[in-house]
């Protein structure tokens, strides 16, 4: 005998209506939460390669400079420029570096130069300023020495460091606190880099600056 046994038509889940949808809208918040973290991430390791190369940049100026090299000299200069590969250290460039030999004046110079007044004595003062770059980018945070008192090579007369004001070094000493017949040769380095911004903005508008003390 022939049993006939009933078919049952095979079941399918049912047909979820919007799926595709849904799929899309969570690529879409996944999207704005993965694209500036990696926004983030690629503007943190640019801006880290490019401050380190101004770090080294500015160190090994500082290093030549402590050594007594002449950076008045346009040779030094292109020396100079040669290590801020990154940057364009020009007078209308993207960079400038300041670099500053700075005294301490005591009664011995006082004496030395037959003064019987000495108004910046025991005072950190300027004796040499050389720029080079784009001056107009940044000031030194210890003051700006009066271009009428420095000369072609960047000097700075005794008898004027040892008597006029502007020529004090403006909170030097709380950096570095000399002692008498001590000097210091320091280099200021600041580079401009504006498109740090388009990756969020910096703390420092899209600049660096990098200090370097000898």
């Not at 500036?36 to 390669?49: D, E, K, N, T, Y």
């Not at 420029?81 to 006082?110: E, P, W």
């Not at 050389?130 to 020495?145: C, E, K, M, Q, R």
Request: with cysteine; net charge positive; glycine share 8%.
């Amino acid at each position: 005998m022939l049993v006939h046994l009933p078919v049952n038509p095979p079941v399918f889940p049912p047909r979820r209506f919007g799926s595709r949808g849904s799929s899309m809208l969570e690529l879409a918040m996944m999207l704005t939460v993965a694209v500036p973290l990696l926004l983030g991430v690629a503007g943190v390791g640019l801006q880290l390669g490019r401050t380190l190369s101004a770090t080294q940049a500015t160190r090994d100026v500082s290093h030549m400079y402590a050594l007594g090299a002449d950076f008045s000299l346009p040779g030094a200069k292109n020396i100079a420029a040669t290590l801020s590969r990154d940057f364009t250290l020009t007078s209308s460039g993207n960079a400038v570096m300041i670099l500053s030999r700075i005294v301490k004046v005591y009664q011995a110079d006082c004496t030395a130069n037959s003064l019987k007044t000495c108004p910046n004595l025991n005072q950190a003062v300027f004796a040499q300023r050389i720029v080079i770059g784009n001056a107009s980018l940044f000031n030194s945070y210890f003051g700006t020495p009066p271009a009428s008192y420095v000369d072609t090579s960047g000097n700075i007369k005794p008898t004027d460091y040892l008597q006029q004001s502007s020529l004090v070094a403006n909170g030097f000493n709380a950096v570095l606190a000399l002692q008498d017949n001590q000097s210091a040769r320091l280099v200021e380095g600041y580079f401009s880099m504006p498109e740090l911004n388009l990756l969020g903005g910096t703390s420092g508008g899209g600049a660096y600056y990098a200090r370097m003390l000898f």
